[in-house]
């Protein structure tokens, strides 16, 4: 605990509440009903866990290259959470407080572990790389969390698809990519999901820059 950062620390806090938000709820009930949500953030875990090994690396090397790919293929899990909200309907005899503020407990994990990884690569880019080549590769990552997000709640493909049935992953990539004007809606989706989530990660750095000025 003594090696973790300050918002380390915090993000495990807040993960925290959503699991006992989450046992009483299980308790309470007697039923599973949003267990998944244990699953949806130890995948939203794994990005942040590459992106902080990076801070490890001196140079560019075949390691980091790996590290990279890893947090790039994960690290849609992260904001993906948000699109949990979906599930927010009343649910007796839970209150619907309850489930509403278990929900966005979950969903600002998600927000914040994919935005701490995302500040953490991008960190180590801008050391190793010109400014604009890493605003770019940011860029890149963010449009593709979306469509991340997009297969995932709407075509219920998973990050672990790419290995074990990447024939049906590159196929569906085929069509989105190379066909947009037939999924108007989905590229609807995503551009403006990156959108959303470009306007709250730059208002933080913001926010961050802001707070070092005044130090």
Do not use: C
Not at 89 to 106: F, G, H, N, Q
Not at 130 to 151: C, D, H, M, P, T
Not at 184 to 205: D, E, G, N, P
């Amino acid at each position: 605990m003594k090696k973790l950062l300050a918002i380390e620390k915090m993000l495990l806090l807040s993960i925290a509440f959503t699991i006992l938000l989450l046992a009483i709820r299980i308790y309470y009930t007697q039923k599973i009903t949003f267990v998944f949500f244990i699953w949806n953030i130890f995948l939203a875990i794994v990005p942040l866990v590459f992106s902080r090994q990076l801070k490890f690396e001196k140079n560019m090397s075949f390691k980091v290259i790996i590290f990279l790919s890893i947090w790039l293929l994960f690290f849609p899990n992260a904001p993906y959470i948000i699109t949990d909200l979906f599930h927010f309907i009343e649910r007796p005899p839970v209150p619907k407080w309850y489930d509403l503020i278990l929900i966005i407990s979950a969903a600002w994990n998600g927000l914040l572990l994919g935005i701490v990884s995302l500040m953490q690569v991008e960190a180590f880019l801008k050391n190793h790389f010109q400014k604009k080549w890493a605003n770019i590769f940011i860029a890149i990552s963010i449009v593709l969390s979306g469509y991340g997000v997009f297969i995932g709640r709407f075509i219920r493909l998973n990050s672990w698809d790419i290995v074990t049935n990447p024939t049906n992953v590159i196929f569906t990539s085929f069509q989105y990519f190379f066909k947009p004007w037939q999924h108007m809606h989905a590229w609807a989706f995503i551009l403006l999901f990156a959108m959303l989530f470009s306007l709250v990660y730059y208002t933080l750095k913001q926010f961050v820059s802001a707070i070092k000025l005044n130090d």
